[in-house]
């Protein structure tokens, strides 16, 4: 329950005080988090709001779908970019028959697979062409095509655009919308943050240069604590020397409509990192949900040139928010401040999650498995199970604590799936970076801490910002240590330029279900992440199994061990308890 270590943490909240009297399927006067009562003298009851998988089509479909590459264009773009998605589904398409006829040279009519779909891309408005003529494969996704902006006048409103796409006969035709923005260039000094649909990653420029180039940023930091930041200016020095490239700063306050921030102080901070090159993250966390707030901080903020994205809902679901808060605060902020995106980070396992990221570009989740009871609530004293309890992650029930984390971005991939969301969600990660409080009997330790990072990139987390700073001194060492490595241009190339592909793990004979790898192939050569979740080291000969042909050449490591190549394999002798390993290598 991490909001309630949260509000403890700065003395925000007392613990008694937290939770939603009277909220959803709630008896009256029962608190709740995540929907469920946790307080001994109240019994348990079904809390609502889970999301289900969607019926099945006993038939396949096609699933055509269609969204810009960028979530924003602006005037200065010449010319952007569509992604085409079209999967085989059992859930969401339109009726697929794996047969199509063409006409052959001799006049004569045969019959093939339906193996391609051709299509066209147009301004839904006015008709005009943008893609004509092409064609991408069945049961793929991902594919790519430009198009001219040159015919597009920049403004705030969003342009629909139209796919037709049909079988090489005609006989099964596929359609699909999307809405694309050009905005006005921006002439108030302020950023620019866009959102790569297709690798899930943020683009920006380097606003200390003036720069018109974009670039991928990997962010990577802490949810940084405004009582202690504000004490000393150096303090943002002290961040970005230590390899951080954004700052989340935790306001205080702790009610809606309070004001969170000495604002002359607060410019004075936002000042400083503006000339360091420290990216902000804005919370509006106390605030989300009053829309005067919401509409001076945004006005203020906006034409920051270090705004990298607003951050709305801190754990909405478990605090039960209102469902629709989320969506209103994101409509709100869309029309003050069109170009940066907005963050909500989930606390819950499954809790009204269409609702809740409906009002969101980016997902973010804090899963905190170390050093916490996830069966019995130390602080309630009663158990935790999937309808009744809080012990500080919810419904983290794995084998392996770690694997909670991993478990938890797949299960945000899949509930978009399910919801069919397009254009598709960005995930974050929140590594849990304090203990010795409430349900957390201790710190982690520095290899706890890698292995919770690498595993969440490992499952597509764009970027990790960990709750929160300041934190020991030996994860102060590692997570500087590891800022350097991911958000180098060298790495960050592969996380936000490909997509990461899992690759088994084996020891000896079987696999090795304590063990996580992952693998990005960009550009002739290839990014290895292997993590071992296990305490104990493992002997023998350990493998993965990686795509493509890897060359028997040397590793560049980045990060612990390197690894050899044989028969298209890696190999190495034993992993050790709680090993991270990260190095490139090239592919034949």
Same mark, same amino acid.
């Given at each position: 329950?991490?909001?309630?270590?949260? &509000?403890?943490?700065?003395?925000?909240?007392?613990?008694?005080?937290?939770?939603?009297?009277?909220?959803?399927?709630?008896?009256?006067?029962?608190?709740?988090?995540?929907?469920?009562?946790?307080?001994?003298?109240?019994?348990?009851?079904?809390?609502?709001?889970?999301?289900?998988?969607?019926?099945?089509?006993?038939?396949?479909?096609?699933?055509?779908?269609?969204?810009?590459?960028?979530?924003?264009?602006?005037?200065?773009?010449?010319?952007?970019?569509?992604?085409?998605?079209?999967?085989?589904?059992?859930?969401?398409?339109?009726?697929?028959?794996?047969?199509?006829?063409?006409?052959?040279?001799?006049?004569?009519?045969?019959?093939?697979?339906?193996?391609?779909?051709?299509?066209?891309?147009?301004?839904?408005?006015?008709?005009?062409?943008?893609?004509?003529?092409?064609?991408?494969?069945?049961?793929?996704?991902?594919?790519?095509?430009?198009?001219?902006?040159?015919?597009?006048?920049?403004?705030?409103?969003?342009?629909?655009?139209?796919?037709?796409?049909?079988?090489?006969?005609?006989?099964?035709?596929?359609?699909?919308?999307?809405?694309?923005?050009?905005?006005?260039?921006?002439?108030?000094?302020?950023?620019?943050?866009?959102?790569?649909?297709?690798?899930?990653?943020?683009?920006?420029?380097?606003?200390?240069?003036?720069?018109?180039?974009?670039?991928?940023?990997?962010?990577?930091?802490?949810?940084?604590?405004?009582?202690?930041?504000?004490?000393?200016?150096?303090?943002?020095?002290?961040?970005?020397?230590?390899?951080?490239?954004?700052?989340?700063?935790?306001?205080?306050?702790?009610?809606?409509?309070?004001?969170?921030?000495?604002?002359?102080?607060?410019?004075?901070?936002?000042?400083?990192?503006?000339?360091?090159?420290?990216?902000?993250?804005?919370?509006?966390?106390?605030?989300?949900?009053?829309?005067?707030?919401?509409?001076?901080?945004?006005?203020?903020?906006?034409?920051?040139?270090?705004?990298?994205?607003?951050?709305?809902?801190?754990?909405?679901?478990?605090?039960? *928010?209102?469902?629709?808060?989320?969506?209103?605060?994101?409509?709100?902020?869309?029309?003050?401040?069109?170009?940066?995106?907005?963050?909500?980070?989930?606390?819950?396992?499954?809790?009204?999650?269409?609702?809740?990221?409906?009002?969101?570009?980016?997902?973010?989740?804090?899963?905190?498995?170390?050093?916490?009871?996830?069966?019995?609530?130390?602080?309630?004293?009663?158990?935790?199970?999937?309808?009744?309890?809080?012990?500080?992650?919810?419904?983290?029930?794995?084998?392996?604590?770690?694997?909670?984390?991993?478990?938890?971005?797949?299960?945000?991939?899949?509930?978009?799936?399910?919801?069919?969301? &397009?254009?598709?969600?960005?995930?974050?990660?929140?590594?849990?970076?304090?203990?010795?409080?409430?349900?957390?009997?201790?710190?982690?330790?520095?290899?706890?801490?890698?292995?919770? *990072?690498?595993?969440?990139?490992?499952?597509?987390?764009?970027?990790?910002?960990?709750?929160?700073?300041?934190?020991?001194?030996?994860?102060?060492?590692?997570?500087?240590?590891?800022?350097?490595?991911?958000?180098?241009?060298?790495?960050?190339?592969?996380?936000?330029?490909?997509?990461?592909?899992?690759?088994?793990?084996?020891?000896?004979?079987?696999?090795?279900?304590?063990?996580?790898?992952?693998?990005?192939?960009?550009?002739?050569?290839?990014?290895? &992440?292997?993590? &071992?979740?296990?305490?104990? *080291?493992?002997?023998?000969?350990?493998?993965?199994?990686?795509?493509?042909?890897?060359?028997?050449?040397?590793?560049?490591?980045?990060?612990?061990?390197?690894?050899?190549?044989?028969?298209?394999?890696?190999?190495?002798?034993?992993?050790?308890?709680?090993?991270?390993?990260?190095?490139?290598?090239?592919?034949?």
């Amino acid at each position: 329950m991490a909001a309630v270590s949260r &509000s403890l943490l700065f003395g925000i909240l007392a613990l008694s005080a937290v939770g939603v009297k009277g909220a959803f399927n709630a008896p009256p006067g029962v608190e709740i988090w995540c929907g469920k009562s946790y307080q001994p003298e109240n019994a348990s009851f079904n809390p609502g709001g889970w999301l289900d998988a969607p019926a099945t089509s006993p038939s396949p479909l096609l699933n055509v779908k269609l969204y810009s590459r960028m979530n924003i264009y602006t005037a200065d773009d010449q010319s952007g970019s569509f992604i085409v998605d079209a999967s085989i589904s059992n859930i969401h398409g339109n009726s697929y028959y794996n047969t199509s006829d063409s006409v052959q040279w001799n006049g004569n009519v045969s019959s093939g697979p339906f193996t391609t779909l051709y299509i066209d891309i147009t301004d839904a408005d006015t008709g005009s062409p943008l893609v004509s003529g092409a064609n991408v494969t069945v049961n793929s996704t991902g594919n790519e095509f430009q198009f001219s902006l040159a015919n597009f006048t920049a403004r705030t409103t969003p342009y629909n655009i139209v796919l037709e796409g049909a079988s090489e006969d005609g006989n099964q035709t596929y359609t699909a919308t999307a809405q694309l923005y050009k905005l006005p260039s921006r002439t108030d000094g302020g950023s620019v943050t866009k959102i790569d649909h297709l690798y899930g990653g943020l683009i920006v420029q380097n606003y200390l240069t003036n720069s018109t180039s974009w670039s991928p940023l990997f962010p990577y930091s802490y949810y940084v604590s405004w009582d202690w930041l504000s004490t000393n200016l150096s303090n943002l020095d002290a961040l970005k020397s230590d390899g951080y490239n954004i700052v989340h700063i935790v306001p205080g306050g702790s009610t809606a409509g309070e004001y969170a921030f000495n604002i002359t102080l607060l410019n004075e901070f936002l000042d400083r990192m503006d000339a360091l090159d420290l990216w902000l993250m804005y919370d509006m966390r106390w605030t989300y949900q009053n829309q005067s707030a919401v509409a001076e901080q945004v006005n203020r903020i906006k034409t920051r040139k270090s705004l990298l994205l607003w951050y709305t809902g801190d754990e909405p679901d478990g605090n039960g *928010d209102p469902l629709n808060a989320t969506s209103i605060t994101y409509s709100q902020i869309k029309s003050l401040d069109p170009y940066h995106p907005v963050s909500l980070c989930l606390n819950c396992y499954n809790f009204h999650y269409q609702e809740y990221t409906a009002g969101t570009d980016i997902v973010m989740e804090d899963v905190y498995p170390v050093a916490v009871n996830l069966s019995y609530s130390t602080v309630y004293g009663t158990v935790c199970n999937t309808t009744y309890g809080c012990c500080g992650c919810d419904d983290c029930f794995l084998d392996s604590p770690f694997r909670d984390i991993s478990d938890r971005l797949d299960r945000l991939a899949l509930y978009d799936t399910w919801l069919d969301t &397009s254009p598709p969600k960005s995930y974050w990660g929140v590594p849990q970076g304090f203990g010795a409080s409430q349900f957390w009997t201790r710190y982690p330790t520095p290899a706890e801490e890698a292995v919770m *990072d690498l595993l969440r990139v490992n499952h597509g987390a764009k970027a990790l910002v960990a709750w929160d700073f300041p934190t020991q001194p030996d994860l102060v060492t590692v997570t500087s240590q590891i800022a350097q490595v991911l958000t180098s241009d060298e790495v960050t190339a592969f996380l936000l330029g490909a997509k990461p592909l899992a690759a088994p793990v084996s020891a000896g004979n079987g696999t090795l279900d304590n063990a996580d790898a992952a693998v990005w192939v960009k550009g002739g050569q290839m990014l290895v &992440s292997v993590v &071992s979740l296990d305490y104990e *080291d493992v002997p023998g000969s350990i493998s993965v199994d990686v795509p493509g042909n890897p060359s028997t050449g040397s590793n560049t490591v980045l990060w612990g061990n390197g690894w050899t190549v044989s028969n298209g394999a890696l190999v190495k002798n034993g992993l050790s308890g709680l090993e991270v390993d990260l190095f490139v290598l090239d592919v034949n």
